[in-house]
């Protein structure tokens, strides 16, 4: 692949999609919603305007698929565009950390996919995507880029043209899983999807503020209220339904058909109904495991599995975190996370935080409650007295984010379990680790505690894991492991 190539003509409309969509507001707003009072002179000029635009946009949408070239040549992904100001960005081969493949509705129409080449560092955009381009062209691109890198790559989702390397003889599959519609169905079930659902609507609605006539729609809000707390109850348990229900399917149309299959130096992970997308996953770019249980999955021995890859930004809505599994069971967790990353394991016995920790797992709780309760108390007895009650509740949070907190150690892994409002547990390789801090502060040091940080290289920022108010000469002693010198004390700590 050292001559260059465009991208399929379709690209072009895609792009004149992407750019209609941007837009589709201000247009709406400026073309069709109006007083009513235009004039003749003033509706023509709306509409050439309208058409002169339209045909900017179509324009704009040749050029950018005309000028859009992609190669391999001497190590590099080249990548060329821009008319007026010519643009280059060559990304070396080696960096590339993951090979996304998708397909969209209009992808499978016309049997073409999507590429996003993901890059350490590369923050929250992919470093590179070619937005159309045939099966047999991503087959020639992962070929070209796994003899420069000793790679290899699966091939593309399309059923008339997908023919895996283990077919040709030349890459067999090792691992093979398949989430069941069972498990999709209680993942769908138990999404904590509904807040962004909601706040995806409010941000809608909050384009058009200039257009909402606030004023009746308080007035007609507090006749609303006068009709009783019950219908309003009925109506906000409606309105999450609704959501749920859209949330529901959501999932279920993102995370269905979900494989994942595991070659000699790769994961190859496939999901989605509507729109198909790939992820190719080097095993040597892995970081970390991390296991999320929200308040719903928990009490049911659920939970969703992510791996931390450096630099990789292939699932926005998981924070820089690649899905491993969108949900399974906790039981059957330890023997597929042995199965698929051998190197990782969850551990038996776990150190729990001493008792004297509790005290100041609580007062944290404590305190954001007080900037609440005390205004209360002060304004609206006798009312406001009853707020009282939240610090029972901050009291029982501080109570089950310590005993949610544990740690364990061995010669190449550290474990670190703890919770904000869900529980989460990472499993970390030391020499995945980037930095590992103790600290101490003042009151800390009189309770001999300690907190120890974990950074890996996972987003451009990194990612930070904190167990806070373990024992100090604990939390020495993984210092101590992390900088290698500390390995003949293990049995100690772990004990």
């Known amino acids: 692949m050292f001559e260059k190539r465009r991208l399929h003509p379709i690209s072009a409309l895609l792009s004149i999609i992407s750019f209609i969509k941007s837009l589709i507001i201000p247009i709406i707003v400026f073309f069709f919603i109006g007083s009513g009072d235009d004039g003749m002179i003033l509706s023509y000029v709306k509409f050439i305007s309208f058409g002169v635009g339209f045909i900017g946009v179509l324009v704009a949408g040749f050029l950018y698929w005309y000028s859009y070239t992609y190669r391999v040549e001497d190590g590099e992904l ?18 590339i950390q993951t090979f996304d493949i998708s397909q969209g509705v209009l992808h499978r129409l016309f049997k073409l996919v999507k590429v996003r080449v993901e890059t350490a560092g590369g923050g929250k955009e992919a470093e590179a995507e070619l937005t159309a381009i045939t099966s047999m062209e991503s087959r020639q691109l992962e070929r070209a880029l796994m003899e420069q890198t000793a790679q290899q790559f699966e091939a593309p989702m399309e059923e008339e043209h997908t023919h895996s390397l283990a077919e040709e003889g030349k890459e067999k599959v090792l691992f093979n899983y398949k989430v069941s519609t069972k498990e999709l169905l209680i993942a769908g079930s138990t999404t904590g999807g509904i807040g962004v659902v909601l706040s995806a609507i409010i941000a809608f609605f909050s384009q058009f503020e200039e257009l909402i006539p ?39 149309l993102k995370y269905g058909n979900f494989t994942i299959e595991k070659y000699e130096n790769e994961l190859v992970i496939i ?27 928990q009490p049911l021995g659920f939970a969703t599995v992510f791996v931390e890859i450096a630099g990789a930004s292939t699932d926005m809505d998981s924070g820089m975190s690649t899905m491993l599994f969108p949900i399974i069971k906790k039981k059957k967790l330890a023997k597929l996370i042995n199965e698929i990353l051998v190197d990782y394991h969850i551990p038996i016995s776990k150190t729990k935080l001493p008792k004297r920790s509790l005290i100041r797992y609580m007062l944290r709780a404590i305190y954001p409650v007080t900037i609440i309760v005390a205004p209360m108390v002060i304004f609206l007895r006798p009312w406001g007295y009853t707020s009282i009650l939240l610090f029972v509740v901050a009291m029982v949070f501080g109570y089950v984010k310590y005993r949610g907190a544990q740690w364990s150690l061995d010669e190449k892994q550290l474990f670190m379990q703890f919770r904000t409002i869900g529980k989460t547990t990472v499993l970390m390789q030391r020499k995945k680790i980037q930095a590992c801090t103790m600290q101490q502060s003042y009151f800390q040091k009189r309770k001999s505690l300690c907190t120890i940080t974990s950074s890996i290289k996972s ?20 210092h101590e492991w992390y900088s290698n010198r500390g390995n003949n004390r293990l049995e100690n700590v772990n004990s």
């Open 78 to 95: 080249r990548i060329e565009h821009g008319v007026f100001i010519k643009k280059k960005r060559y990304i070396p081969i080696e960096k």
């Open 214 to 252: 606030y004023e009746i729609i308080v007035n007609r809000f507090e006749q609303y209220l006068n009709l009783g707390p019950l219908l309003v109850m009925i109506t906000a348990m409606f309105a999450i339904f609704i959501a749920w229900v859209i949330a529901f399917i959501n999932t279920m």
């Open 271 to 297: 999901r989605g109904i509507i729109e198909k997308r790939k992820v190719t996953v080097p095993l040597g770019r892995i970081q970390a495991i991390r296991i999320s249980e929200n308040i719903i999955r």
């Open 459 to 478: 987003s451009a920022s990194g990612k930070h894991f904190n167990m806070i108010d373990m024992e100090f000469y604990e939390g020495r002693a993984i």
